[in-house]
Nanobody, 122 residues
């Protein structure tokens, strides 16, 4: 059974940092891309970042470029999202997802975690 489990969310003040983790089981990252998405109340789910396991290429939404960094540890089957200089508008439930193609379009992803809440206070 494929499972993705996010952790690391929480409450942080504006300007602070959090590191999210996405641990996978039931499949290996090889041949997959892992993406991070977020959804704030009343808003559509948006792509934040993704990483390709094949060549390590990364992509970021404009809203997080320079502040967020995605990385992977294939030996641990875990992908991380380091979030710095957090802003109140980063508040959302953050999801990780796995798919064959990557990118920031959630339609490209087959497997999803349950999400972790990130709240940034002003």
């Amino acid at each position: 059974e494929v499972q993705l489990v996010e952790s690391g969310g929480g409450l942080v003040q504006a300007g602070g940092s959090l590191r999210l983790s996405c641990a996978a089981s039931g499949f290996t990252f090889d041949g997959h891309a892992i993406g991070w998405f977020r959804q704030a109340p009343g808003k559509e789910r948006e792509g934040v970042s993704c990483i390709s396991s094949s060549d390590g290429s990364t992509y970021y939404a404009d809203s997080v470029k320079g502040r967020f960094t995605i990385s992977n540890d294939n030996a641990k089957n875990t992908v991380y999202l380091q979030m710095n200089s957090l802003k109140p508008e980063d508040t959302a439930v953050y999801y990780c997802a796995a798919g064959p193609a990557g990118g920031l379009d959630y339609d490209e992803y087959d497997y999803w975690g349950q999400g972790t809440q990130v709240t940034v206070s002003s």
